[in-house]
């Protein structure tokens, strides 16, 4: 985490449905002695608004489906006089989220493809530096929900496309357009971007509990299901794969897995 | 593992609750290229069921509550010209089980005490030997479910004590009497056995899924479930603390852990 400045240490206010995110900021906050404020979207699963609350964070929702988060964001932090961390959209974010693909590549040598799971592009931008900067030949998939594929939409246009995401298991995907610092990263090292689907998703999930004793949230299960379900040419590859989130309680868990 | 005889490598046959010795044994009968029949109770979880026939053993199922284990094993062993393999009361065994311990303490320095989940003692024998032996002045404790304290009552006496075991959520624990072989490991080694109810193991369940993102059976959390609930002195103490097992399907596991 960057050292922050005396406004920073004042409050800060973040705008993202990324629950790890959200408790990141809590806590970092909390160890910094400051105050968040998280703007968490009003459907948000009960355990990710629990935890960060449960860090010291206040909660303030919307409806994801009929207000503009970031303009939501913005008033807020400008009312409190608060300052704005995004959960993507922003250099040192990106930096912080590529760390998880600079440990996998300290861990495992000589990776042939990372497939990760893409949002805002957060995650996916930093771990493709971190991956590309240590192995220049490794091959970089994202993985988006079918009714979210903003970014392989985008990438595809060659601009960023905005689109009306639809409803999926995957909140922490239910993002209408890449970022403006993710995208250009991506369009320079990503490979390429799949979907996938919820019963796809919801399969990975079981898999991971069953075989891997792991609760994976279903935004952090995406890249696992692409690979599951032969999305990604994995045949003869090492390959790294990101689970990325545990926001889900079990009641939640077993209702989306019991589908699978 | 030890070096299979000849007769070894025909055939094995077991007998045990405890599905982590079934599917290892499944397992290693696969890779020495011979068959492994279990005998496993009626009522166990069909996660163990479905992972140990995966590996490719025969499952055989008997009543818990009205038949005898060890004869049953015996008999089925003699029929098919099979070797026993117990699931606890064996030397390899007891010496396979504590490798959990040993690499505990090759990772974390320092250990002042060890919570083990008990329940024929072949992990906490192990354990016990283990940790004693590279860290002289540990404490080791044992945990059994309330209704299941054979162990506890056993040490108690100075002798093997037979219990009617009642119906626990902690399937992999419910062993009516301590092993031949591991009790006096256990009156050696062991300073003290505690109990926890199922209400506690639920609950330590609930903890280790939302916050540490692991699947942990009912038997294998009874260790944590018995630091989080106080019954071990932990104040100012360096506690290692054994997860034993994640055979619990999703729906299980939120019936389970929604009670907490």
């Known amino acids: 985490m960057a050292t922050l400045t005396a406004a920073e240490r004042r409050a800060g206010v973040t705008a993202g449905s990324s629950g790890n995110h959200a408790q990141a900021l809590a806590l970092a906050a909390r160890l910094c002695g400051t105050r968040a404020t998280i703007l968490m979207p009003a459907d948000a699963p009960a355990s990710k608004r ?33 300052v704005l961390v995004p959960p993507y959209d922003d250099p040192w974010v990106i930096a912080g989220q590529g760390t998880a693909a600079l440990e996998l590549c300290e861990d495992v040598e000589g990776l042939d493809v990372l497939v990760v799971c893409t949002g805002g592009g957060g995650l996916t931008a930093g771990c493709a530096v971190a991956a590309r900067s240590l192995r220049p030949s490794i091959r970089i998939v994202g993985v988006e929900p079918e009714v979210a594929d903003d970014t392989r939409r985008s990438l595809a246009a060659g601009r960023r496309v905005r689109i009306d995401v639809g409803r999926t298991i995957a909140d922490g995907q239910q993002v209408p357009t890449p970022g403006e610092l993710t995208f250009p990263i991506l369009q320079a090292l990503v490979e390429e971007v799949v979907t996938v689907t919820d019963a796809e998703i919801a399969a990975a999930m079981r898999v991971l509990f069953e075989r891997c004793k792991l609760v994976v949230e279903p935004s952090g299960a995406s890249a696992l299901a692409a690979v599951l379900a032969g999305r990604v040419d994995v045949a003869g590859r090492r390959v790294g794969v990101t689970l990325s989130g545990g926001n889900v309680d079990p009641e939640r868990f077993a209702a989306i897995a019991g589908t699978a």
């Open 50 to 82: 629990a935890a960060t609350e449960g860090y010291g964070a206040e909660v303030v929702t919307y409806d994801r489906y009929a207000e503009d988060r970031d303009a939501l964001a913005r008033a807020l932090a400008g009312e409190r006089g608060m």
